[in-house]
Each structure stands twice: as structure tokens, then as C-alpha cells.
């Protein structure tokens, strides 16, 4: 089992940066590939980035490519999304979530455990 807490979210105008942080507990947090998808009002949920658990591998959907980076701290426990040149069409619920095995780490139907979510907004 692993617990997931996101936190980090906010009101941000144009432009501006969130960090995101989602600490873990419960389990071996490194052995875990951990994703960042979001989700806004109306819409489905959707992929952001992704890290793998040991070599740090890392995917981003184009719409963030060049603006999100992901992050880990196997040692704290913590996965960070840092977000920069934020658009208000990046104004969602953002999701931390972890899964064990798989490749397909843009689908949210491959990982077990999320967090409750956290609320960005940006303004125009």
C-alpha cells in the first residue's frame, strides 16, 4: 500500500511557476514509477508526466513538454512536478499516482494508488 498527499497547488497569473510536491508513505517509494496526470472541470483525466523508479526515466505529454519538469527524491519520499510558463489552459486538479509495474504510464488505468489532488489555477 502507499499513501499519496499532493500539495503545492495555487492561484498563479500567466506566465508565472508552480512546484508541485506528492509525498509518499507506506511502501518502497523507489521501486515505484510515479505519474502526475491532472484534470480539469468537465473534462477527462489526463497525462502529464511520468518518472520511472530507478534510472529516471521520464515522458511528458506535449502540452507540457518544455514547460513541466519531473522530479524525484527517492531519499525523501517525494515526487515534484515543476511547472513553468504556466497557461491558464494548465488550470486543473493535478494527481499524483504511483504504480509497481508496466509501460504504458500514460494511461491512468495502469497505476494503483493516487493521491486526493491538489488545485492549480491560472489566470489570464
Known amino acids: 500500500q502507499v499513501q499519496l498527499v499532493e500539495s503545492g497547488g495555487g492561484l498563479v497569473q500567466a506566465g508565472g511557476s508552480l512546484r508541485l510536491s506528492c509525498a509518499a508513505s507506506?511502501?518502497?517509494?523507489?521501486?515505484?514509477?510515479m505519474g502526475w496526470f491532472r484534470q480539469a472541470p468537465g473534462k477527462e483525466r489526463e497525462f502529464v508526466a511520468a518518472i520511472n523508479w530507478n534510472i529516471g526515466i521520464t515522458r511528458y505529454a506535449d502540452s507540457v513538454k518544455g514547460r513541466f519538469t519531473i522530479s524525484r527524491d527517492n531519499a525523501k519520499n517525494t515526487v515534484y512536478l515543476q511547472m513553468n510558463s504556466l497557461k491558464p489552459e494548465d488550470t486543473a486538479v493535478y494527481f499524483c499516482?504511483?504504480?509497481?509495474?508496466?509501460?504504458?504510464?500514460?494511461?491512468?488505468?495502469?497505476?494503483?494508488?493516487w493521491g486526493q489532488g491538489t488545485q492549480v489555477t491560472v489566470s489570464s
Open positions: 499516482a504511483a504504480t509497481l509495474g508496466g509501460s504504458r504510464w500514460s494511461f491512468p488505468k495502469e497505476y494503483d494508488y
Open positions: 507506506g511502501s518502497t517509494f523507489s521501486r515505484y514509477t
